[in-house]
């Protein structure tokens, strides 16, 4: 339903509050949506002067009362604001300094804006289900400025609903008073909120002051805001038993809304209907808006009861009762009920626990009286039967701990009979045995072991009585915690002890402790004190222990025991010399530990320690029988002494001598050996000789060994260390040693030149240069005569005879200081003669006898080849005879030939069949 509500009058009167800027020039303000602080610098926002708000908040009142009056700067305006509709209203202007004289500036153009924003509220004043059809401009703010300023934009509720551009000065308000174009200058239809609204209005002020002051009134036709519906709550008031008249009532009506009932029209908050039958009843509430709701009751009616049934069943002692009216009685109603124990309730719905003492089969008479809401009573009666629970019990014997206990029942029925049967050994909610009177159970704990047992009789079909038990315990011997000590010993340090005093019990004692010692050995003991047993041989032996308590609980303990070997070791030793560093070595034989520490003793001292590890040396002070001693030690500390008898052997005593101790080599000595026998029983049976100069010599005897030297050097001695070795059979050896023993002297280098050589029958003398080496005296032999020695001439000639030509074979003897001599030989040629000539130059053509043939000259030449050739390289004349010469014709044919010069080669061979090669130029002249 659509209503209309006309007004005539202001709904709203609110002020701005205004205050102005001192400052000259600013940018044209912008949205002021954006604007976040109270004075930014960026958009030149100003917050309104002694304002609390940062964004510009302007108080709203509906009156003017208590503003500050209008500041009057001498005679300047404005003074007042006499043209204002509001009267005499207080004007709010910006309080600041007077300048006298100082004119006021009525403009809009280029001055600083400024926001301005108001808040107020409209209230919801149509039903929420007519918002809907109705028009969202049926409702308008007119707003009326006055002041000396421009209002350029007004934003409502965030949008922008007015801008005037600001140098249109004549489309706003400004200057004295306001505007004489009229009251509304600006109205708003749209954008209205139900609740809370916001203005902001943006002014463009002069300076040095200005007041504003904004009016504003609603008007309406229609009202477009979603207000409540109006709401009520229903009660009714029954009648007395019997009466079908019932009290519908309005629970707390409120006086402004209207309520009509249904079926009939009935008005009012409170109505007496009359039915005997179910009827449905609304009624309609409409607020002083006629905004409209309806609630809807039901009066059910209900037939006064006239019997009751229980249809309690029998039960077992402290199992509740839960009587049951039955659908004869109809809620609501109220009951009294007398349970025949003495206990009794006024609950409706409820249950009842009978406690039976003693505990023995009891019938009861339960009484109830029953009113329902109309006070109409009606009575019931019932008689239950509680049966007795029967008493779980057992007896159990006295088990040791992993043994079986035995559990006996010994429960009682209290006048029924125990047919069940349940075992919870453990008490943790499980049950572990079902049926069983009489079962064993091995209980995982020693001591007190709380056991759940549940029996269970049958005294109605259909009905268990059950009890159980579980503070019932069964008492469980622990066992003997058996433990013992050792030491692990060598099997040559026995006895071993073992002490079982370790040994514990958590209640009770022991009383008997059993060895049994692994090897076949058992021993018996009331005590834990030590006991000692002594092992055949190394090994590990699984010792067990058996404890028995004093409630015969038995329990063993095993622990391996190791015998350690002893050490088992072999002496090893190179043959002992005296004076010789003996060696000794150990080898672990089988059975043995690990040896891991050797201990020797050689000075029949076994206090002294002479040497360690498993390989070691000494040196014994004298020959003859000597006692050492050994001790072993294994990784397991056991130890062992071991003994050996060695004898120590004379070493030889080695000598020789050389029968020519020096000379030239190749120079040969016999070295004799005069080394003496040696104290028995050993026998010297090997001699080698180290003679300095290559392998040694080995022998089995002692037999004279010769040998030669050599010495490569021209100047230096060569000496030769000897050394001899002499060995016996029991391997006792020792060596001599001759230092330059041997003495080789140098041998000097005999060579020499001779020139020339080789020389010829036509001039057979030679002369010869001496080339050698380390040398003081020398002796020349030419070869044509004996050798004489030549003191004075180091270099002499010799003067071949000319008569034969041959080949003399010379030498030269040189020695040195030592007496050492070398020889030089040198072949010396006497040739037969041999020359050769050929001219450059012939006249073959001018027929003087002269120069008329080219051919060579000379002696000694047994073959002889002679070539011409031109300048292109062709062979124009050859020949084989040196007689025969070329007498400037190519291959023999008569022609004049050119001056110009040829190539010409010879080959020849002389005498002495030597080769020999010559190439030259001959000139040919006409």
């Known amino acids: 339903m659509k209503r209309i509500i006309k007004t005539k009058t202001p709904i709203i009167l609110f002020v701005f509050l205004i205050f102005t800027s001192l400052i000259l020039k600013s940018q044209p303000a912008v949205n002021p949506l954006l604007l976040n602080t109270g004075i930014n610098s960026t958009f030149n926002g100003t917050k309104p002067l002694l304002s609390n708000d940062n964004i510009w908040m302007a108080s709203i009142t509906g009156s003017v009362t208590g503003y500050t009056n209008a500041v009057v700067c001498g005679n300047q305006a404005p003074a007042s604001w006499i043209n204002s509709p509001f009267g005499n209203a207080d004007w709010i202007t910006y309080p600041h300094t007077c300048v006298p004289g100082q004119p006021a500036v009525h403009t809009c153009d280029g001055y600083i804006g400024i926001y301005y924003k108001a808040t107020f509220n409209l209230p919801d004043s149509i039903c929420k289900t007519h918002f809907d059809s109705i028009g969202p401009t049926d409702f308008c703010l007119n707003l009326d400025f006055y002041g000396d300023n421009c209002v350029s934009g007004i934003w409502v509720n965030g949008v922008l609903s007015y801008t005037t551009p600001i140098t249109n000065d004549s489309a706003k308000y400004y200057y004295q008073g306001y505007n004489t174009a009229g009251a509304t200058h600006f109205s708003d239809c749209s954008n209205w909120n139900s609740g809370t609204n916001e203005i902001i209005v943006l002014v463009y002020s002069g300076y040095t002051w200005e007041g504003f002051l904004c009016q504003a009134n609603l008007t309406t036709s229609q009202i477009p805001f979603n207000g409540p519906l109006p709401t009520s709550t229903l009660s009714i008031n029954n009648p007395p038993c019997g009466l079908n008249t019932y009290t519908l009532n309005v629970v707390s009506p409120n006086p402004n809304y209207t309520y009509v009932w249904e079926p009939g029209s009935i008005t009012g908050s409170s109505i007496i209907a009359t039915t005997s039958v179910n009827a449905v009843y609304t009624v309609n509430v409409t607020d002083k808006f006629g905004c409209e709701s309806s609630n809807t009751t039901t009066i059910v009616t209900s037939t006064p009861p006239t019997s009751v049934s229980l249809n309690i069943n029998n039960v077992c002692a402290n199992q509740p009762i839960n009587p049951n009216l039955g659908s004869s009685i109809t809620a609501p109603y109220t009951t009294t009920w007398d349970f025949g124990d003495g206990n009794g309730s006024s609950l409706n719905n409820l249950s009842h626990t009978y406690t039976i003492s003693p505990n023995v089969n009891t019938t009861f008479t339960v009484h109830v009286d029953v009113t329902d809401a109309n006070g109409c009573q009606v009575i019931g009666d019932d008689q239950v039967t509680v049966y007795a629970i029967p008493t779980a019990s057992f007896t159990s014997d006295s088990a040791c701990l992993g043994s079986p206990s035995h559990l006996f029942d010994a429960s009682i029925g209290n006048g029924n009979t125990v047919n069940t049967f349940q075992w919870d050994f453990l008490s943790n909610g499980t049950i572990d045995a079902t049926g069983t009177t009489n079962p064993s159970f091995t209980f995982p704990n020693f001591g007190n072991n709380v056991v759940s047992y549940t029996v269970s009789t049958s005294p109605v079909s259909g009905l268990n009585c059950t009890n159980s038990n579980n503070t019932i315990t069964v008492w469980v011997n622990p066992l003997p915690n058996p433990d013992f000590t050792f030491i692990n010993n060598c099997v040559n340090t026995q006895p071993n002890s073992f002490n079982a005093s370790p040994s514990t019990i958590a209640i009770g004692t022991n009383t008997n402790y059993a060895w049994n010692f692994g090897d076949g050995v058992s021993s018996s003991n009331n005590s834990a004190t030590s006991i000692l047993h002594n092992y055949p041989a190394a090994g590990v032996y699984n010792v067990t222990l058996t404890v028995t308590s004093n409630k015969g609980c038995i329990k063993n303990i095993v ?49 002294s320690i002479e040497g360690t590890g498993q390989n070691t040396n000494f040196t014994f002070p004298s020959a003859g029988t000597q006692t050492i001693q050994l001790v072993c030690e294994t990784d397991k500390g056991c130890r062992d002494t071991l003994t050996k008898i060695v004898y120590v052997n004379y070493i030889p005593l080695p000598q020789f001598t050389l029968d020519i101790p020096a000379g030239c080599p190749i120079h040969c000595v016999n070295f004799t050996d005069l080394t003496p026998a040696v104290t028995g029983p050993a026998q010297i049976n090997q001699w080698t000789w180290n003679l300095g100069d290559g392998s040694p010599i080995t022998n ?29 059979d029991s391997g006792c050896t020792n060596t001599i040693t001759k230092n330059n023993y041997v003495t080789v002297y140098p041998v000097p280098i005999a060579a020499y030149v001779a020139n020339p050589n080789p020389a010829n029958v036509i001039d057979p003398l030679v002369y010869f240069t001496n080339q050698s ?82 051919n060579g000259k000379g002696i000694g030449i047994i073959e002889y080849d002679l070539r011409i050739f031109d300048r292109w390289g062709e062979e124009i004349f050859h020949t084989n005879d040196l007689n025969k010469g070329w007498d400037g014709s190519v291959k023999k044919r008569t022609v004049n030939t050119k001056y110009d010069v040829y190539v010409w080669k010879v080959s020849l061979k002389d005498i002495k069949n030597k080769e020999h090669q010559y190439v030259g130029h001959v000139t040919l002249v006409k």
């Open 559 to 607: 622990k391996p025991v190791e015998v350690y070997e002893k050490p088992k070791v072999s002496i090893l030793n190179t043959s002992p010399c005296d004076q010789t560093p003996t060696n000794f070595s150990t080898n672990t034989l089988a059975n043995s530990g690990t040896v891991s520490n050797w201990y020797w003793d050689f000075n029949n001292s076994i206090n």
């Open 700 to 728: 089995n005897t002692n037999a004279p060994v010769s040998h030669c030297y050599n010495n490569t050097s021209s100047s230096q001695l060569a000496y030769y260390n000897v050394q001899l070795t002499v060995t016996t």
């Open 773 to 854: 080496q380390n040398y003081t005296n020398w002796w020349w032999g030419f070869g044509d005569g004996p050798m004489k020695e030549d003191s004075i001439h180091v270099d002499p000639t010799h003067q071949y005879s000319s008569d034969i030509a041959q080949t003399y074979y010379s030498s030269l003897i040189v020695q040195n200081q030592y007496g050492c001599l070398d020889t030089a030989y040198l072949p010396v040629e006497i040739e037969p003669d041999f020359s050769f000539y050929i001219p450059n130059a012939f006249t073959p053509s001018n027929n003087d006898g002269h120069n008329d043939y080219f």
